[in-house]
């Protein structure tokens, strides 16, 4: 008989982030080993049905306000609310997994595990306190977020990371994680986007949201500029949507520097694949999912030390780990490029590093595991 998993996050595709990945290929490694799986999420786009059925898989999109409705989604408790809230508690669920500690879906999965007398596997996906970027907003909302873990606790003691730097910024809300649950890349990816592409050119990409100082999206570009006065085989590529995305456009219209806007999963796969560095120049990662799959598809990956980075990146024969700094980025990528050998032998061995230990069948393993461990 097939066990059932419930997870709760914030959002769910076809809304598209890091850990709406995640999910989305937990989701289909525990339907292929013979699990069924609920989904319950936040209804952000009203043109997605509320309740959603295909074999194996469930999907309740509980109704929110329009309020950060893309952001920070807060329930909204009308009849529809509650007509789904009791068919979820009707629900026969084996085993509860909660997305991130903060979002009001992870509260609601943990008190619902409680209530059926079972506990939540909490995933913590960040390695920081969420920010408005203004020090002042920042206080309240790291109280707030205090707040809301503790609501969590009381709930569950069971909390993972999706990298081991994850799982030690728990400690910050005196939480000792039981463990870690990779983020991850689907391996069948490699062979069906890795063919050759013969260019003279050297590709820069960027893929993932374009923010306003989260993800260095300004400093690449910056950098690149510069580079592009001393270089002329460059071009930069940046895939992703955001609230900088226009502005960017706009700044930035050189020819060797392209935008792409908002794409599909096999789009990027394309892109990373024809690139030959990525830049990702982070303050805030969990374990991204971007550098992974650059990775996996034998880019140079430099990043700043956040979440993964180190654990990806064991030395700089498999990467660079940067200071945040344009000046140190221009010169790394300056040695790179001044030495193309080592540079295919960077992409060799970090290629082969992620899909020896970043596979999506490892990471659906280790929660097995966590289950077992559940049921004790």
């Known amino acids: 008989m097939r066990k059932t998993i419930a997870i709760f996050s914030g959002f769910y595709l076809p809304f598209l982030g890091g850990i ?36 194996h898989l469930k999907i309740y999109r509980m109704p929110i306000k329009n309020l950060w409705r893309k952001r920070y989604p807060f329930f909204f408790k009308n009849k529809k609310y509650h007509e789904m809230l009791n068919a979820i508690k009707k629900e026969t669920i084996d085993y509860y997994i909660v997305n ?22 909490v995933i913590e996906h960040g390695t920081t ?21 503790n609501k969590v606790k009381k709930n569950t003691d069971i909390f993972y990371g999706v990298s081991n730097e994850a799982a030690m910024w728990l400690e910050t809300f005196g939480i000792e994680a039981r463990g870690v649950l990779y983020n991850a890349v689907e391996k069948e990816d490699f062979e069906k986007y890795s063919y050759l592409i013969p260019s003279k050119k050297i590709t820069i990409s960027y893929s993932g949201r374009l923010q306003a100082k989260f993800k260095g999206v300004e400093m690449l570009l910056s950098a690149f ?71 996996m598809m034998k880019n140079v990956i430099i990043t ?26 221009i010169e790394t990528i300056k040695k790179l490029i001044s030495n193309p050998e080592s540079m295919k032998e960077i992409q060799e061995k970090v290629a082969a590093r992620v899909l020896k ?15 077992v461990d559940l049921e004790r």
Do not use: C
């Open 20 to 55: 709406e990945r995640y999910t989305y290929n937990i989701v289909q490694k525990f339907m292929d080993k013979g699990y069924n799986v609920i989904v319950v999420t936040t209804q952000h786009d009203f043109k997605l049905p509320s309740i959603e059925v295909s074999e």
């Open 100 to 121: 991130t500690r903060f979002q009001l879906p992870a509260l609601l999965g943990a008190r619902l595990a409680k209530e059926a007398n079972k506990k939540a596997l």
């Open 129 to 149: 306190y969420l920010t408005l970027n203004n020090p002042v907003l920042d206080r309240v909302l790291h109280k707030i977020e205090r707040i809301l873990v």
């Open 225 to 295: 500029v510069k580079l592009s006065k001393e270089y002329n085989n460059l071009e930069l590529v940046i895939a992703g949507d955001g609230p900088i995305y226009q502005e960017m456009v706009r700044k930035y219209t050189q020819k060797n520097i392209k935008f792409l806007g908002h794409v599909s999963h096999e789009q990027v796969m394309k892109l990373n694949n024809q690139s030959d560095i990525f830049v990702l120049m982070s303050k805030i990662e969990g374990f991204s999912t971007s550098m992974l799959e650059a990775g």
């Open 304 to 329: 700043t030390n956040v979440g993964g980075a180190h654990e990806l990146l064991l030395d700089d024969s498999y990467g660079f780990v940067i200071e945040n700094s344009e000046e140190v980025l």
């Open 357 to 371: 230990r970043f596979t999506w069948e490892r990471t659906v393993e280790e929660f097995e595991k966590a289950f």
